[in-house]
């Protein structure tokens, strides 16, 4: 995607999508591939003002890797950050 293309669909995500204020912080998830359009839409929050950009990458590959590999008893784990991450974005 050109990188106008790009900046202006980025600004319609924060401004329509998101409706990102000023002081906000926001919270993106995304997969690795995603990382320009991750970037763009992080521009134009700060333009619209947001305090704060979070870029959480989820990588399906690595939870497929974990799945194959990792011991059996440790699958159902989650460190005790994570909900919390999302919850305190969420306030």
Do not use: C
């Amino acid at each position: 995607m050109d990188a106008a293309l790009l900046s202006r669909y980025a600004a319609l995500v924060a401004e329509v999508g998101a409706n990102v204020q000023h002081d906000q912080q926001v919270l993106l998830i995304a997969a690795p591939e995603a990382a320009p359009l991750v970037r763009a839409i992080a521009a134009a929050a700060f333009e619209r003002g947001a305090r704060f950009v979070d870029t959480w990458y989820f990588d399906s590959h690595v939870k497929r890797i974990r799945a194959e590999l990792a011991a059996e008893d440790t699958l159902e784990f989650v460190p005790s950050w994570y909900p919390t991450r999302l919850l305190e974005l969420g306030a």
